[in-house]
Structure formats: structure tokens, C-alpha cells
């Protein structure tokens, strides 16, 4: 049986090589370990391992297990990757390293009030609704120009690039060129895409940060 520590590395292995044959700078790819639903002591040996780049995808679950891991373990960087509701805000930019979510006027106004309350500047991704999917968050691709300059002029924001989950039964490449196109119009440099099934094609179009959960831990229960 496969330890989670033994597939971290393997993961990161399949990362280093997938950077090379893009022809990309070795250790451009940030992955975050995905732990939404795990358990802190299912974390412990990947923690055990040296990483230090996690994500979740809800906040109350966040506050309940990374608190006590972030003093036990120095230089954790969290990353919240799912959706962020605005009353959660003060947590969020209090807990979290990273916000990929961004994805609305409302979420961004409130962690730019949070961001000057806390004195804290956590780094923001703004999320795209590249397959325009009624049930998904993000932001619509024609609106995110708009979306974008709001963030950075109206509220001082820095956002550090854009994220896009893909449809499911769509080809994941189509959409990360789209979202790595519209990440150069803007001059943002960030590019949060790709999962445990789709990272290395995500990593071909350049990718800065991958979130791999499944493919690490093992299957959810």
C-alpha cells in the first residue's frame, strides 16, 4: 500500500518532469496538497515529509485542524481554493496564506475591508467560470478585465493571478490556454489550474500552482 508520503513524492517527481518537458524552470510549479476532508493526522506524514503548501476548500473546517498544525509545524503556507461567502471573510484572510476564490464585487470588497482591518495581505487569485457553468463559481471569462481592474484600482487589491476549474467532460487544455491567455492580457503572472487527473497538462501551460488532494491522500470516504 502506497503511503501518502510515498505519493507526495511520486507526485512531485511526475511535477519536476512534466516542468521539463514544458521547458520550464525546475520548482516553477507550487503544489498544494489538497486535505479538504482529511484528517489532521492524515496530514501529519506529508507535514512529516517537508511540505509546507496545503489547501482546503472550506474555512470552518480550515479553523478547525490548521491552527494547532501551523504552530507545531513553522512555514506552512495555506491556500483556501473553494468558495469564500463574505461573512466568512475575517476568518479567511486571518487563516489563510492564499484566497484562489475571488470571484465577485461582494467577496472581494470584503476582503479588501479585512485586509486593512488584520494588516495582512494574503495573496489573491481571481476565479474564472471558464466552461460558464451555471452551478460553478467564478467569475464570466468577458467579465474579467473588468472584474480584475476593479479588484486592483478601486479596491488596492494585489492579485497575484487567476484560477479556473474545468468542466468536467471538456478538455482541460482548451480551457487552461484560455485562462493562461487571458492571465498575459492582464500581466498577471499566477496561474492556479490543475488537479490530481489533469496537473501535467496543466503544468504545459504553465501552471504556478497545481492542487493535488486524491492522488495524495487516496480516495475520500
Not at 4 to 15: E, F, P
Not at 95 to 104: G, M, P, Q, S, W
Not at 159 to 164: E, F, K, N, S, T
Not at 175 to 189: V, Y
Request: net charge positive.
Amino acid at each position: 500500500m502506497t503511503t501518502a508520503a510515498q505519493a507526495l513524492s511520486s507526485i512531485k517527481s511526475r511535477i519536476a518532469a512534466a516542468e521539463l518537458a514544458a521547458k520550464r524552470p525546475a520548482g516553477s510549479t507550487n503544489l498544494i496538497a489538497v486535505t479538504k476532508t482529511y484528517a489532521a493526522a492524515d496530514i501529519l506524514p506529508v507535514l512529516d515529509a517537508g511540505h509546507r503548501q496545503f489547501g482546503e476548500n472550506r474555512v470552518q473546517e480550515a479553523q478547525g485542524k490548521w491552527p494547532d498544525l501551523k504552530a507545531r509545524f513553522p512555514g506552512i503556507e495555506l491556500h483556501l481554493i473553494g468558495p469564500l461567502q463574505s461573512n466568512k471573510a475575517q476568518l479567511a484572510v486571518a487563516l489563510f496564506d492564499c484566497i484562489h476564490t475571488v470571484d465577485r464585487p461582494k467577496i472581494a470588497q470584503a476582503i479588501a475591508a479585512e485586509c486593512v482591518k488584520q494588516g495582512r495581505k494574503p495573496h489573491l487569485f481571481v476565479q474564472v467560470n471558464t466552461g460558464e457553468e451555471v452551478q460553478k463559481a467564478g467569475i464570466a471569462p468577458r467579465e474579467t478585465a473588468a472584474f480584475v481592474a476593479m479588484c486592483r484600482d478601486q479596491l488596492k487589491l494585489e492579485i497575484a493571478g487567476l484560477m479556473c476549474i474545468p468542466p468536467v467532460e471538456e478538455e482541460a487544455a482548451v480551457h487552461f490556454a484560455f485562462l493562461a491567455k487571458q492571465a498575459k492580457e492582464f500581466g498577471l503572472t499566477g496561474l492556479s489550474m490543475g488537479m490530481s487527473a489533469d496537473f501535467e497538462t496543466a503544468i504545459a501551460f504553465g501552471a504556478t500552482h497545481v492542487r493535488v488532494g486524491s492522488a495524495i491522500f487516496g480516495a475520500r470516504g
